[in-house]
């Protein structure tokens, strides 16, 4: 077996790279196309790049780095979903993906990283100068039998995403999730990067992605992004103002509903530790949980 190279990501890379993630982690939702969009054409202003480590011919790494621009808190980078091939472990392949990541964050300007790590992983990221900080449970769902069909109380409408101006979407999704726990506030989450990221990826499910309105304002959404027959529920938040009335649970409700019927089978989704209230909604869902891993954090000279 040949010594893995470390070459920077192509977009011919994206089935290798899908077909890796599913091994090592089956649990995270992003298709072909949507991979080869985001090696093609990175999101904007995170100044992102990816790697993979390639072995007889063979993709058994991958790992990005960006720039986050969702937060004010400056100088934060991010190293995501780093990952080896079982069969290609302790060989000095995830080192050699780190140390790529790591410096094109240096090139940027980081001085504090992110990454996550399974608890298996968790020495690896210590020796390389890392810190967990925080849980990050991931769940799943079986859609058969699909969830019923929620039925709004009085004043409450249950719409698709579809066919709404997006920036009334992008309203919602922003400033519900400025208080949503992490390491670094998610308080900056610009029009155009949501557009590209989030509106426009081609995994979402505009039809199941669910919104409520109330009085004629978008208060509360669930967004469904999917490849084939699984899904991911990408954000599910309501407006500050509106919180405890249970509009979380009702758009999850419909869009996991909306999902099954257009042919997904299991839905997964993932939460902080701290996040109590959408950790009750999704046991009341009967999701279950598959695996954690942890935010670790560590400060960049």
Aim: charged share 25%; glycine share 8%; hydrophobic share 40%.
């Amino acid at each position: 077996m040949s010594e893995a190279e470390i070459r920077p990501a192509r977009a011919d890379d994206a089935p290798a790279v899908v077909a890796l993630r599913a091994i090592v982690f089956p649990y995270l939702v992003r298709g072909v196309a949507s991979t080869r969009r985001m090696i093609a054409e990175p999101p904007p202003g995170e100044d992102w790049a990816a790697w993979v480590a390639e072995a007889d011919g063979q993709v058994v790494g991958w790992a990005s780095a960006y720039r986050n621009v969702q937060t004010t808190t400056p100088g934060v980078g991010e190293i995501s979903t780093l990952h080896v091939h079982p069969d290609h472990r302790r060989r000095g392949v995830g080192t050699a993906l780190f140390d790529a990541a790591l410096g094109h964050l240096r090139t940027l300007g980081s001085t504090r990283v992110l990454t996550n790590a399974r608890a298996e992983s968790l020495p690896f990221a210590q020796r390389h100068g890392f810190t967990a900080s925080r849980e990050l449970r991931y769940s799943a769902l079986d859609l058969d039998p699909a969830p019923s069909m929620p039925e709004p109380p009085p004043g409450v409408r249950l719409l698709p995403a579809a066919g709404l101006d997006p920036r009334r979407v992008h309203r919602v999704d922003a400033e519900s999730s400025r208080d949503e726990p992490g390491d670094v506030p998610t308080d900056a989450v610009g029009y155009d990067l949501w557009l590209h990221e989030c509106w426009e990826n081609v995994g979402l499910d505009r039809e199941a992605s669910t919104v409520a309105e109330v009085d004629g304002e978008l208060v509360a959404l669930s967004l469904v992004k999917r490849d084939g027959d699984r899904m991911w529920s990408d954000f599910t938040g309501t407006l500050p103002a509106y919180r405890g009335r249970g509009l979380a649970r009702l758009t999850k409700q419909a869009a996991l509903h909306v999902a099954a019927t257009r042919g997904v089978r299991t839905a997964y989704t993932s939460n902080d530790e701290a996040n109590a209230p959408m950790l009750v909604i999704n046991a009341r869902l009967g999701y279950r949980p598959v695996d954690s891993q942890w935010s670790c954090r560590r400060k960049l000279s």
